[in-house]
């Protein structure tokens, strides 16, 4: 069977459309065929340390990281930030007590921020 960046492993429908919207083989091969999350949903982990995940009423999010790491460790999905809702993004979080420039995805229950400046991981809930 064909598979992606001759990976042995493929990606399909919304979590593909987001893999090839980052860049596809020249961002990360699949390291995983798509499998069944909680609820419905689905996901991907991809070489390079990041995942996708995807659910009809979130869609596709790519998760990676330090943020990924301590999302994963909280119970990934099944924990009490959900499923990803944004990929993630970053912006100065001084003004919210964090140490200048963040990076931080959004969850269905909440935040996770990561600081640049110190490694420290911060939980915020909806």
């Known amino acids: 069977g064909s598979s992606d960046c001759n990976s042995g492993f493929s990606t399909v429908g ?5 893999w090839v919207s ?11 065929n798509e499998g069944a999350a909680c609820c419905g949903g689905r996901f991907n982990h991809f070489t390079d340390g990041r995942s996708i995940y995807w659910t009809w009423w979130t869609g596709a999010h790519a998760v990676q990281g330090a943020i990924r790491n301590h999302w994963e460790w909280l119970g990934w999905e099944w924990s009490w930030l959900g499923f990803p809702v944004s990929d993630e993004y970053y912006y100065d979080g001084s003004p919210w007590g964090m140490p200048g420039w963040v990076a931080e995805s959004e969850f269905e229950g909440g935040w996770i921020s990561y600081a640049f400046d110190t490694g420290q991981i911060y939980e915020w809930q909806k």
């Open 14 to 18: 919304a979590i593909r459309e987001k």
């Open 22 to 32: 980052l860049g596809a083989c020249g961002w990360a091969s699949p390291l995983t």
